[in-house]
Structures are given as C-alpha cells and as structure tokens.
C-alpha cells in the first residue's frame, strides 16, 4: 500500500496536447483544492495556436498548480508531480521539475510517431533519462477508453474523455472526492448526456485506479492541512473574473451603468466574456469593430453619463493611445485596462510580461498624463477595478488599470468582501449658478481639478467639449499661448492630485529601514513576496504607479539598496530613477514567464552579503 | 407645452468660421431649420464630429456637441446612443473622415444600423489641410499632394453605403434648401443609421466641381428628384423619364411623353435599382435613394439586454460564483 505523505505544499503540472483538455482537468482540480480550503496558485501555460499540431512539443498545453496550507502566492518553482499526456509533454516539462518528482505517464501514448514528433531519438523510459524521477507509467489511454466503451463513442470521442480519468487518479491522490467534479459536469454537458455520463464513468474509474493501481510503481497519496485563512466566505478566482466583477461592483457603488467596449485580443478578452454575463448587475458589452472604435465607443458612453470602459493587450492598447488623449482634453472619465502580453507587436500573445508601463506613464502625444494603477494578484482585480473607476469619476480623467496575461488565467482563493461596505464612488455634482452651461462644465472641483460631470438629456446645460484647446474658464476653443500654458499645468496638476487621495505607502513585508528593500509591481507580488519572507528582506508593492504615493520617495531613502525585480527591461527602475531620484538596481526577466521564488532569494542574497555601506 | 424652438433657438454665439461663400453656412442653415420644423429638443439632441472642416459644425448648433477626433465620430456617437437611447444622436463628417481614415467605423455604423444621423459633407477634397485629393477626388484632380493629377479610382459613398448594409441613404446639394429639408426630415424619422450624402462646395479648394448638376439654371435637366412611389422623371416640365434597359440593366433617358408606362416607379427598397441609381451621372439622382425599414441596434441591444442596463440584481448575487466555501 502507498504511504501518506504529509506535505506543507506541493506543486503539480499537467502537460500534454492542446487539444487534451488539459486546462479543465487543471481548473477543476484547482476548485476542488479551494473546496478543500486548502491555499493555491495556478498558472495556465498555453500556446498561441488554438489546436497546435498534435504532439509537438509547441502544441504542448499546461497547467501549474501549487497548493498548501499556506500561505500560497506563486504556481511554484519546480513541480513535485509531472502528469505528462505525450512525449512532447515530457520533454517540455522534464526540465522544470525537482529531482526526485513523480511523473505520471501514459504509456499509450508513447508510440514511435509520437516519440519522433517531440524530438526523441530513444524511448526517454528506457534510455535512463528518467532515472532521477519516480515514474509512474499507465495505459492511461488504454484504461479511460475501456472504462467508457459502454457508451458506444467513437475511438476519439472516447479518447477525448481521458482528461477527466486522469483527473479521477489526481483526487484520489489528494484523497479528495468527486462531488465538486461531477457537479459540474452534470451542469456543463447537461446538452450531451453521453458525453456527461462518459465523462463521469472516466473520472471514477480513474478514482477507483488509484486503489489498485497496476502500475510500474506506486502512487503516493498525499495529504495536505487547509490553511490558515482570516475568517470569511471564500471562492476560487482569476483576475478576469476579479476585474469584471469589480467594474460592475464599482457601477454599484457609483450608481451608474457601465458600458464596457472592446474588441477581443489575447489575453484581454476573459474579461469581455465575464462582464457580457454580468447585465443584471447594469453593466453592457459592446463589441467593436476594432480598437480605436472600442475606446471610442467607451468614450461616447462617459460623455453620455455612463461609466465608460475598454480593455486591451499592448498591441490594442497602442491604437486607442489617439483616444486617451481625447478623453483627457474633453475631461471625461473613462477606464483602459491593459492584460499586457510579451512584445513587440504580436509578440508572445499567451505568454506574461509587464512591459507596457513606460507606455502607460509616458506613451501619449504631446503632456497627456493619465493616472496609471496596477493589480498585483488575481483577487486585487477587484479592488484596483474599483478604485481606478473612483479616480476616473473624481477627476473626471481616463484611468489606465494595468494587468497581464498572468493575472488574466490564474486562479487563486479570495475572500468574498463586502461590497455594501465599500465607500461609495463620487463625482463632481453640476454647479447651481447663473453662468453659462458652457462655464459650470468647466467649473472644477479644487481639490480634484474634476469638472462636473453633464451629460447629454440634461435640460438647459447644452454646451461644447471635443479635443481642441480650450479656455480655462469659459470652456470654448482657444488657440491664446498663456492659456495653453495654463491648461497643460492643469492637466498635470490633476493628475498629481490623485496622490492627494491615495493611501501613503506601507511596507508590504518586512521592517521600514534597512540594508535592502524590493520595490515589485504588478503579478510579481506572489514570487517576491514569498522572496522576502524566505529571506526576511523588507518589500514594498506599488499598486499606484501614476502619481506615486506621496511618501514613497521617503520609504525608500531608509533604505542602503532598492531591487527592483520585473518582467521588462527595467521599466519601473526607470520611472523610480524619474520621479524620486532613486538609485535602484534593476533585475529584469524576460521570458514570458513568471519570476521562480529561487531566482529572486539568489539575487537578494547575492546583494546582501555583499560589503555593507 | 414649452414654445415651438425656431431655426434661431438653434444657433449658438460663436463666431462661424467657415470660410465665406462656403457651402457649410447654407448646410447650417438647412440642420438649424430642420431641427426646429422637427420639433426636437435641444438638451435630447447631441452633434457629434470628427476632424476636418465640416466637424466644427457642432460648434454652432445650440444643442449638445462633442468635436472628437479624426474618423472616429461614428464610434463615439455609437456609445452615447448606447448609453442614452433617448437622444437624437448626429454626426457630422467630411469625405476624408468618413470614407478614408473613419471608413471602418462608417461601415460598421451602417451595417449594425444603430440609431444615429450621419451627413457626411462630401466636397471631394480636403480641405482643412489645404487642398489635397481626397478617396472622392474624381481621377486626375490635381492637388498640392497630386501635381500631376491624381490616379486613385475613387470610393462612391453610396455603393460603399448599400455595401455595409445601410438602411437608408440619401443625397443632398448645399444650397438647395428645400431637397435638404426633405432628406433631413426623413432622415430624423428613420429608425436606425441614415445617411445623408450632402453635395458641398468648397470655394477655396475645389470650386464648383459640383456645378454640372448644381448650376440653378439648368437644374431641371441635371437633376433627379426621388419620391417613393412616383414615376421618376425629370427635365423641362417633366418630360423626361428613366426607364429600366432590361437588356443591358442600365437606366436610361426616355422620353416620358411619348412611353409614359416604361417609366420607373420610385421604389426606395429596391436596392438593386438604387445602386443603379447611385451610379447615374446625369442627372444625378437626389433625395431618398434608398430605404429599407428595420430595427435599430440599440432597440436589440436593450431588448436583449437583461436589464435594459437598469441593475435588477447587486454585485452581491454574483460574488460569489459558482462554489464557495466558509472558513471559521
């Protein structure tokens, strides 16, 4: 019989074809570890191709799940469990796991042809390649198709069930049972009977495996203690979700619709595919022709007295950059979310990066600042979602929220919060005076520099907006040289104001002075954060990046050395260089995947043990 | 009942900057006019344009106005009448904005058929960046940007209109007050996106290359004006008529006299007779040349919208998604 091995956290990976199935074996054993109250992070790992050619190595789909009792924030650096569909799969994976994982292999799949289509010259099981690894081959394939042939499916009808067999020996491996599962299968194929019934005869049949496995060695069963959460309602959820749920929340706390449009690119468009779920809750997607149009749109729907939003990647967000600037001039309040992806151009659409911030601090025409917010994991989607739709309506400026492809996927546990709680989102109400109504829209607020908000249908307040300059107070088009001086300070000026309403800094981990500090942003709060609880370093996470928030430039002088770790060049160094007069050392990675916990303690090692000044 | 608004209630204090003797001021003129006879009301009604010489038009119309940017007036008026289906949303745009770098969001406005008047302002030239050939430029037009005469085939706004799927497309000339207050009319009271091709002069850049069928003097014979369900005729006294070749499907020039009956009936949801009318040359076709009812967008938008963007429900029936679970 196996042994129970009791583990704090454990990381698992499934790889195989993208047509395999792979990402719904991964998120549906990712809701049954949340059910178990157990902490995790996923990363769904995918190629660009829809249905790459079946086999190859850059067909290869996976999904990375770390689970434990917690705290969890990353997918893990090296899996502790491989369940590779093909060789390609294998080959692909096998350089990431810990010596010593286990891998789970379907034999049936291990064929000459296939062996060849991922590059194998020899059988990587016989050739002593796998000698550091506990493997655990079994005619998965072979076994899944036998346990549905009850159904009459066809050889590749049946085959396409394997996923769920598969995930049946997974639960029994985390001594988990098939509820949650078969729930959701029921609800899922509720259309196609067969297919539900199959599929629910696959995951128990592979349930009933683990038992008496006849395998070439055996399966550990693993346990693993809930975490210790704060007390509350929990759910398993990605950014998108997070993000679009948050919009919608933020339409509530406002009291207005929102109206989200966009047009669909990877790996923004979850978001779109959430929110066009959500209208009970007053919240409309339009789909645009493209992405000049989508913001457009948005912008048409602020000026109509809606809450205007559009999302996008890099690419997208690089045309709607004319708009921005629009909705800057006509002071309307809009939000732009960018889910960014690795560049240029096309780049690397399903793969992460977070190199569009000089773009979102600096990439307009002409003085267009416009405040730049950014999530830092799945679940803070939700309140970045809403406190970039507070800034948009206070100032009556376009926000830019920043996310990525990331965020976009993972899942993670949140705490359900409490929106009737939340403070509700205001604007700048229409001044009750006798001045023209092209006068009271320019009349701003002086503390936000936000403009009242008038719209179209309201009675005796017709005036003019568009983007051409325009004077200071009466509003209409002027082309005089002092007042475009004046203008454009205002423009600064309100956007300086948001630090005004922000939150100060807080050191995120760790004490307020010191040798080292890490300065993160965005999605590589999970890795640093577990980086500076194995290393006791002191770290700061930015979630305001435009303006910063008022106190940080005195955080960091407490400091002997600021890292900045992230997925770019050195886009955040830059900025810190820019605005505070920092000296951080950067340490840029750009691979189109998450930073490993182990790179980053290596690198902050490194700089402490070094002479201190 | 507030008081019947005049073409004056329309008009707003700023100074018109059109250059003088533009066709601009008489378009103004005809949109005040057809705006008041219309009985709309000025806070409902919102002038969206893009950029170029006909996009300052909502500078000087008393209701509200958004200048945008270039082409993109289409999109932006698209979310307003999305957010507030009860305005009278307008577009104004020119031959350059609309056809050439805002052709996407013409066609797609066209073809999605959302509630907004677009009068595209067509003096095949532009003319805010002095002078250059425009996608309506006829082959040849010699320009700043075409010293030798330009050589692109131009775009006919009308084919390109029926191409997208437009319900409704009509044609107008600047100065001929009473076909404008027509085709205004009738373009207010359609349900979905109408078109008005407006025939406008630009004095400065490209004078009169509308004159072979806008000189008054013999307009009778270079002219078309369209009524649904009337013979199509035209000329000195009415004479002449147009008739179907059904050989060749041409229209052609007969005389009405002599074979009345072979005379065309104006059918303005023929849309294969309106093509054939948008390419006729002379006379050139005016007036509604193409109508065919239908249901706006943002009818459909908001009959299948859940809550016709109200919030029935609060966040709070949604958080929590499909599974959670509690930790003491």
Redesign the interface.
Known sequence: MNKNNDVESIVVRLAGDSGDGIQLMGSQFAVSTALAGIDFATFPDYPAEIRAPVGTTFGVSAYQINLGSGPITTPGDTPDVLVAFNPAALKVSLPLLRRGAVVVINNNSFTDRNLTKAGYDADPRDDGSLSDYQVVSGDIGRLNLEAVKEFGLSKSEGGRCKNFWALGVLLWMFDRDLESVETWAKRRLAGKPTMRDANIAALRAGHAFGETAELSASLPQISIAPAKAEPGEYRSITGAEALALGLAAAGELADKPVMFCSYPITPATPLLHHLARLGEVGVGTFQAEDEIAAICAAIGASYGGVIGVTSSSGPGIALKTEAMGLAVNAELPLVIVNWQRGGPSTGLPTKTEQSDLYQAVYGRNADTPIPVLAASTSGDCFEMAIEAVRIALRHMTPVILLADGYLSNAAEPWRIPNVSTLQPIVHQPVPDSAESPQRRAFARDAASLGRPWITPGMPDLMHRIGGIEKDVTTGHISYDADNHQVMTDLRMAKVDSVANFIPEQEMTFGSDSGDLVIVGWGSTYGPIYQAARTTDASYIHLRHLSPLPKNLGALLSRFDKVLVPEMNTGQLSTLLRDKLNARPVSFPKVTGQPFLISELVEKIEAMTKGPTS | MSEKLTAKDFT?S?EVRWCPGCGDYAILKSVTKALADAGAS?????F?SGIGCASRF??YV????????HG?AP??????????P??DVWVVTGDGDSLSIGG??L??ALRRNIGIKILLFNNEIYGLTKGQYSPTSRVGTTSPSSPGGSFDTPISPGQFALGSGAKFYARGVDTDKAGMSDVLQQAHAFEGTSLIEIFQNCIVYNEDVFASFTDRKNAANTQLHLKHGEPILFGENKGKGIQLNRDTLELEVIDASESPDDVLVHDEANKTIARLLIDLHTPVALGVIYRQPSVSYEYT?YAH???R????????????????????
């Open positions: 707003t700023q000025r806070e409902n009604t919102a969206i909502p500078y008393e209701t509200y106005g958004f200048h945008t940017i993109r999109a932006v008026a698209t979310g307003l009448k999305l957010a507030n009860e305005l996407n969001h066609m797609h938008f919208h859940p809550s963007m109200k919030r029935t429900k609060s966040i709070g029936d949604f958080i929590k998604g499909p599974s959670s679970w509690s930790v003491e």
